[in-house]
């Protein structure tokens, strides 16, 4: 598999978690849930901490905790482990840090060439066709060694818009077929844009990307005021046209809603107003704005946990209604995995200077941070890419296993300890002390929890209905 998270120690983890019908066991390792009384939580936690109390236990009690086990409870899961070797099938390349436009919370300070205003540059055709024969070749080997690899993907954003170097997009994609042919395996393209596209680029998405998003504010008035244009002017009707454009041609496509503290309370205008104009955006994800970049430079502030977890609420309840998916990266139920991202697997993301990170926001080498995510870069005379071994082994160590502050979370396995560059910003692993997302993380989560709690088959739902 790729990148798949495998599984070499075992555990028992039970949390009671709580909502306005009492005590909820969880075991976030198996998946499991169940709706109990105070007395039957107890039992089971004490029993989770300890086997020995189970013959001081009344029969009651006993029964209980023999009905937990029956379903599983204590039973030891195997805790997930990314894959430590790194091999990568996938590449992100950031055509440019150019941009045609100028988003006032821009964590990269698109067009301006990031904090200390470094070149805006193009990356080299042969770094971007390195990048791609090492995925390729990966995915070749993992292949021959009876690894289930059935594609190597490209990804290509960036830290500007990556359609700002066109010339360079249509390289990686002639190349990137080329390579497909070469090692047998096929190729997946993604891409996300801030959608100023021309016509022609519009074919070119329709006609070669398996995936497409495009970041939105999600009603016009937001899109102008936060994404102008580079030269002034705002930026919805060139994205409008864009979005119509794939729809017409059958394209589905994914809508990323960055959310300020004005938009909170718009947020399920924003899916009602998506779902009546572009039917095919597949899922809206929204996500809270970060205060970095130019971020700290404008007026956009974060919303609060409180106000984005209701709204988004309310938003999910619009999103259903209309058959929508609605996406915040830190509520992640179904997922069981120790790293909120590939970060700590040397996620390979090359810079349009050629260094190579493992962090999508962390893309200058004038970013203090870039001493941690930076591991290698694209060497010109040897022709390859070189990686500092060392760096990759601290990478490792970026998952939820080294975060004492997430110990006792019910979201630790599915948050993982939320994204690095956010909340370990300058400080070590063992340092990390949450932040404002770790109460947006939990009570989405517990929702999703709730969901599963409460869901009828809908052959129940037809009963129920009938009476
Ligand atoms: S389109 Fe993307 S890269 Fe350009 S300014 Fe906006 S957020 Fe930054
Ligand atoms: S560390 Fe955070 S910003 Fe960086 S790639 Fe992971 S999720 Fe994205
Ligand atoms: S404590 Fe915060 S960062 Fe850690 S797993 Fe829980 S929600 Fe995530």
């Known amino acids: 598999m790729e990148n798949a998270p495998t599984f070499r120690e075992t555990a028992v983890e039970l949390f009671a978690l709580r909502d306005e019908a009492g005590p909820i066991l969880y075991a976030p390792l198996g998946q499991l849930m169940a709706r109990v009384n105070e007395s039957a939580a107890s039992c089971a936690l004490a029993y989770a901490a300890d086997h020995a109390v189970l013959a001081k236990m009344s029969a009651d009690e006993r029964a209980v905790v023999d009905e937990l086990a029956a379903h599983g409870f204590f039973d030891e899961q195997p805790l997930p482990q990314g894959d430590g070797a790194f091999q990568p099938t996938q590449v992100t390349l950031f055509p440019t840090n150019r941009c045609n436009l100028r988003c006032s919370y821009c964590y990269a300070f698109g067009g301006e060439g990031g904090a200390s205003g470094e070149p805006l540059v193009e990356m080299d055709p042969a770094v971007a066709r390195a990048a791609i024969d090492l995925v390729a070749g990966n995915a070749r080997t993992l292949v021959d060694e009876g690894n289930d690899v ?13 359609f700002c170097a066109f010339g360079l997009m249509r390289e990686i994609v002639r190349y990137g077929r080329e390579a497909s042919e070469r090692v047998g395996i096929p190729v997946v393209f993604n891409t996300a844009t801030n959608g100023v596209l021309t016509d022609e680029q519009l074919a070119f998405v329709a006609e070669n990307f398996d995936s497409v998003n495009f970041s939105f504010d999600g009603l016009p008035a937001f899109q102008d005021a936060n994404r102008p244009m580079a030269g002034g002017g705002g930026s919805f009707a060139a994205i409008d046209r864009s979005m119509r454009a794939l729809q017409e041609a059958g394209v589905p496509f994914g809508i990323r809603t960055t959310v300020t503290a004005d938009m909170v309370k718009r947020m399920p205008d924003i899916v009602a107003f998506v779902a009546d104009h572009y039917p095919a955006a597949e899922q809206i994800h929204f996500e809270p704005v970060w205060e970095c970049g130019r971020c700290t430079t404008s007026a956009d502030a974060m919303p609060g946990a409180a106000a984005f977890t209701e709204s988004y609420r309310a938003s999910l309840a619009v999103a259903r ?43 200058y080498s004038s970013d ?23 760096k990759l082994a601290e990478l490792a160590l970026l998952n939820v296993r080294n975060y004492p502050y997430c110990r006792d979370c019910f979201c630790k396995w599915h948050c993982a300890g939320d994204c690095a560059a956010k909340v370990l910003d300058g400080i070590a692993p063992h340092e990390h002390a949450g932040s404002s997302r770790c109460e947006v993380n939990r009570a989405l989560t517990l929702d999703q929890i709730r969901d599963k709690l409460d869901w009828n088959p809908p052959e129940e739902r037809g009963n129920a209905d009938d009476r």
Request: net charge positive.
């Open 321 to 363: 209604g209309r058959g929508m998916k609605l996406v915040y990266s830190g509520a992640r139920q179904d997922l069981v995995c120790d790293a909120f991202c590939k970060v700590g697997n040397g996620g390979f993301t090359v810079t349009p200077s050629g260094d190579v990170t493992a962090c999508y926001e962390v893309s």
């Open 368 to 390: 203090p941070r870039s001493r941690r995510f930076f591991f290698g870069r694209y060497d010109v005379l040897a022709g390859r890419f070189v990686f500092d071994r060392k």
């Open 150 to 162: 059935r594609s190597f993907i490209v990804s290509i954003h960036g830290n500007g818009e990556p």
